[in-house]
C-alpha cells in the first residue's frame, strides 16, 4: 500500500479540509503531518459548518483512524475546545483519535514569545497569528522541545526548565509584559485532557498499517507558498508544508508515497502580510472577497484576493511532485463577466515564467484573458453540466500544467463536489 497525499497549492485556505472529508470513505487512516492550530479546515455538512485545527478532517466519519503525526506542534488549550465541540456533536474520539509521542507542545510561554517578537519586528512584522507556532517549532530544531510523550516523563520539571529559558528571553531580550497564569492553567487542564487519549510511535503505527493493507491519506495544514523552504519566505509558516514534508512528519520512506493530490482555488487568496503578485485592488477583488466569504477560518482576517496565478502553480506543481489536481470555489466566479489567469511575470522589466529567488511587490503579473461562465455552478451535479467557458478554463489549466483537474468543487457543502471521469 502507499500514503496518498493531500496538500495546498498556494498561501493556504485552498478548502483542503472539505476535499479530505470527501475522500475520506476511500481510506482507513487519516493523518496530518505538519503545522499547528493557525490553520483551520472548515467541514460542511448535514447543515453543520465546523472548523478544525489540529485534528485530520476525517474525524466525523466513525469507522476512522485519525492520526495527528509527529510533525503537528499542538497547543492544548485549543485541542481541548476542539475535542469539547467535537464531542457536542455525539462523536466519541477515545477510540478514532491517535496522538504522536513525538509530536510538539506549544506552551502558554511560547506565545507570549510570538507576541513579543512580532511587536519587535515593527513594519517588518510578517503577520504571525500569534498561536505561538513559530517559538515551538524554534525550540524543536533546538533540541528543547517538549513533547507528547514527555507528558509521563519528569513532565512539570522539563515544563519549568523550559519556562525560565523563555522568561528569561522575555525580560532580557524583549522586556515583554506579560501574564501567563491564566493560560497556563487551562494549559494544565488540557495536557489533562491529552493524557487520556491513545498516544503512539506514530512512525510505527503507520507502517505497521501499510503492511497489514491499509489505505493512508496524509493531509496537510498550509499551503505551499507558505513552506519554510520553498515559500515566499520570510513570510512563511514554520515547518515543511510540501510533500516531502509527510515523510517528515509521519515517519514514512519516500518510497510509499503513492498519489499527490494538489488542492486549488480557481483563483488565489492569502491572509497576512507577504508578496501577492496578482493580488486585486478593485471591484474584482472586493467582489471575490464577499462571494468567496474569503475571512480566515482561525483567525477571522480578510483574506486578500486575486486572479488565479498560474506561475505559482505550475511551481508548486514541480515541487510536490502533483499527480492529480483540485480546483476549489470555482462558482465564486459565476457571475464574472472576465476572468483573467497570470501566466507569467514582469521581473525588473523582463518576462518569466518561474518564480524568483525573492518574490516582492515588485513583481507585475501578465495575463491571459477568458470569457466568464456566467452559470450558476452550485446546482451542477455532474461534469456533462459544465458549460464551455468553464471547461475552457479548466482545459486552459490542465494544458499549462500538464496535470488533470479530477475533482471540482462547486460549493462548500461535501454533496457539491465533482469528480471528472478523466482516464
Not at 487519516?30 to 493557525?38: E, L, S
Not at 504571525?128 to 524543536?140: A, Q, V
Request: with cysteine.
Amino acid at each position: 500500500m502507499k500514503v496518498d497525499v493531500l496538500l495546498g497549492l498556494q498561501w493556504g485556505d485552498e478548502g483542503k479540509g472539505k476535499v479530505v472529508d470527501v475522500l475520506t470513505p476511500k481510506y482507513d487512516f487519516i493523518t496530518r503531518f505538519q503545522g499547528g492550530p493557525n490553520a483551520g479546515h472548515t467541514l460542511e455538512f448535514n447543515k453543520i459548518k465546523h472548523v478544525l485545527h489540529t485534528i485530520p478532517s476525517g474525524i466525523f466519519r466513525d469507522d476512522k483512524i485519525n492520526v495527528i503525526g509527529n510533525g503537528v506542534v499542538i497547543d492544548p488549550v485549543i485541542f481541548k475546545k476542539e475535542i469539547e465541540g467535537i464531542t457536542k456533536l455525539g462523536i466519541n474520539l477515545s477510540k478514532t483519535l491517535f496522538i504522536s509521542k513525538k509530536a510538539h507542545l506549544i506552551l502558554p510561554s511560547h506565545r507570549i514569545l510570538d507576541a513579543a517578537s512580532e511587536a519587535a519586528k515593527g513594519k517588518s512584522k510578517i503577520g504571525s497569528t500569534l498561536k505561538g507556532i513559530g517559538p515551538t517549532y524554534m525550540d524543536k530544531t533546538g533540541r528543547n522541545g517538549l513533547r507528547i510523550g514527555d507528558i509521563n516523563l519528569n513532565f512539570k520539571e522539563k515544563y519549568d526548565a523550559l519556562v525560565v529559558k523563555h522568561r528569561l528571553m522575555l525580560d532580557k531580550l524583549y522586556e515583554f509584559e506579560y501574564d501567563i497564569t491564566e493560560y497556563e492553567s487551562e494549559w494544565f487542564e488540557g495536557i489533562k485532557l491529552l493524557s487520556q487519549f491513545q498516544l503512539i510511535d506514530s512512525e510505527q503505527f503507520l507502517n505497521d498499517g501499510l503492511k497489514d493493507g491499509k489505505s493512508i491519506l496524509a493531509e496537510g495544514a498550509q499551503g505551499t507558498m507558505l513552506d519554510v523552504d520553498f515559500g515566499s519566505y520570510p513570510f512563511v509558516t514554520s515547518s515543511n508544508t510540501v510533500c516531502a514534508g509527510a515523510c517528515t512528519g509521519l515517519g514514512i520512506a519516500p518510497n510509499r508515497i503513492g498519489r499527490v493530490i494538489g488542492i486549488f482555488k480557481a483563483y488565489c487568496t492569502r491572509v497576512g502580510m507577504g508578496p501577492f503578485p496578482t493580488e486585486l485592488f478593485d471591484e474584482d477583488g472586493e467582489k471575490l472577497k464577499v462571494n468567496g466569504n474569503e475571512f480566515g477560518s482561525t483567525t477571522g482576517r480578510a483574506r486578500r484576493c486575486g486572479w488565479l496565478d498560474l506561475v505559482a502553480l505550475k511551481y508548486s506543481i514541480m515541487i510536490n511532485g502533483v499527480t492529480e489536481l483540485t480546483m476549489m470555489k470555482s462558482d465564486v466566479m459565476d457571475d464574472f463577466d472576465t476572468i483573467k489567469i497570470c501566466t507569467s511575470y514582469l521581473v525588473n522589466g523582463e518576462e518569466v515564467e518561474h518564480v524568483p529567488y525573492e518574490m516582492t511587490d515588485d513583481i507585475k503579473p501578465v495575463y491571459t484573458e477568458f470569457k466568464g461562465w456566467k452559470t450558476d455552478m452550485t446546482s451542477v451535479t455532474h461534469e456533462n453540466e459544465f458549460s464551455e467557458e468553464f471547461n475552457t478554463y479548466i482545459d486552459f489549466i490542465e494544458q499549462e500544467t500538464g496535470v488533470p483537474v479530477k475533482i471540482v468543487s462547486v460549493g462548500p457543502n461535501r454533496a457539491q463536489t465533482i469528480e471528472r471521469m478523466i482516464d
